[in-house]
């Protein structure tokens, strides 16, 4: 690329008014990007806060109705949905009943708001009583076998009506075991959304209250990634592309901006990039104390995503975005 110089060449010129500055905007945030992640926990009327993430609740299915509710109507097209059972154990039963939290609240949300998309996360560490992504023998979580009990998980989700379902665990393989488990029950049309560049992380901290799902061992590194690493991230998605993935996502976001726009660059696949829990937290106490103005903060993160090369932005903000932008 050869520019002219100065005084030929004043980037200034272009910056003068906001007409001229909305004119020559590269990347733009719109309501059609943004998935709201609710919690649900079974109950009545039940709203309990997250200390840890304010605005945020585990909500029973009724109110997450209520809160899709309120998504929807401000224009956001979709919700990522998160299950806190009441018993847990070691094969992660709640996480495939029929009648678990997150089937019972995805036949609610279908029949409340049909036209709204619910995307299941799944997952076993709510479900499993050692909070672990998989199977665990003597102190070891278990590839293989934890397969079968993540496709019959995707399976049970698509068969109450998820529209999407987003793999979470990060054992190696799972895209492939859950196309296959949703295509032998029919659900060929059902898109996989995988986290596919998930890295162990402290910026979770805050959600493992809001799903009680912290591991009681160890931590998650033998199985999410090293925050060390890129190109790997880069095998990780191009396998979970092959084993089928539909849409690929970045987690965190706002510290692995590079990745972003490493997947998208190099895939061109829908990338989603997901403004973990910790993101929230960090921007809501310093929003609070007036240390920062918490729309423009979030806002500006949020673009930063989508000029890394994000198609879509899942927040814990999506439906004060949604309102913010209109
Ligand atoms: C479950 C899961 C986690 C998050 C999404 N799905 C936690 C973890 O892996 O420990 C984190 C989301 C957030 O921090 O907002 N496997």
């Known amino acids: 690329m050869t520019i002219p110089g100065f005084p030929i060449y004043r980037p200034r010129r272009l910056r003068q008014s906001p007409a001229l500055r909305r004119l020559v905007a590269e990347t733009h945030l719109n309501v059609d990007q943004l998935i709201l992640p609710l919690f649900a926990r079974f109950g009545k009327g039940v709203r309990r806060p997250i200390e840890a993430m304010p605005g945020v609740f585990q909500l029973s299915p009724d109110e997450v109705v209520r809160e899709a509710a309120r998504a929807q109507a401000a224009g956001v097209p979709a919700i ?17 009943a029929k009648n678990g939290i997150v089937q ?14 619910v995307i299941t996360d799944v997952c076993l560490c709510e479900y499993m009583e050692h909070g672990h992504c998989g199977i665990v023998s003597s102190g070891k979580i278990l590839n293989d076998p934890s397969l079968k009990l ?4 995707a399976a049970s989700h698509a068969e109450a009506g998820a529209d999407i379902v987003a793999p979470s665990d ?17 659900f060929t049309d059902t898109p996989i959304m995988s986290y596919a560049a998930k890295f162990a992380s402290a910026f979770y901290g805050p959600f493992r209250e809001a799903a009680e799902s912290a591991p009681k061992f160890g931590d998650r590194r033998s199985y999410q990634m090293d925050a060390a690493n890129a190109n790997e991230v880069l ?3 191009a396998l979970d592309i092959r084993e089928g993935a539909d849409i690929v996502m970045v987690k965190p976001a706002l510290a692995y901006l590079d990745l972003i726009h490493r997947v998208k660059t190099e895939f061109g696949y829908p990338t989603a990039a997901y403004s973990v829990s910790a993101e929230h937290a960090m921007i809501k106490a310093a929003g609070a104390r007036g240390w920062i103005d918490e729309r423009a903060v979030t806002l500006e993160s949020l673009l930063a995503m989508r000029r890394a090369g994000a198609d879509i932005l899942i927040t814990y903000a999506a439906t004060d975005v949604a309102k913010w932008l209109k």
Do not use: C, H, W
Not at 104 to 117: A, D, G, I, N
Not at 150 to 153: K, S
Not at 170 to 186: C, H, K, Q, S, T
């Open 235 to 237: 095998r990780e998605v």
């Open 170 to 186: 990060m054992m190696d393989g799972r895209v492939a075991a859950i196309r296959a488990a949703l295509d032998e029950n029919g």
């Open 104 to 117: 019972q609240t995805v036949r609610l949300l279908k029949k409340e708001l049909p036209p709204l998309l």
């Open 80 to 96: 990522l949905l998160f299950g806190v059972p009441d018993r847990k154990d070691a094969r992660a039963s709640g996480a495939y």
């Open 150 to 153: 993540l496709a019959r998980t």
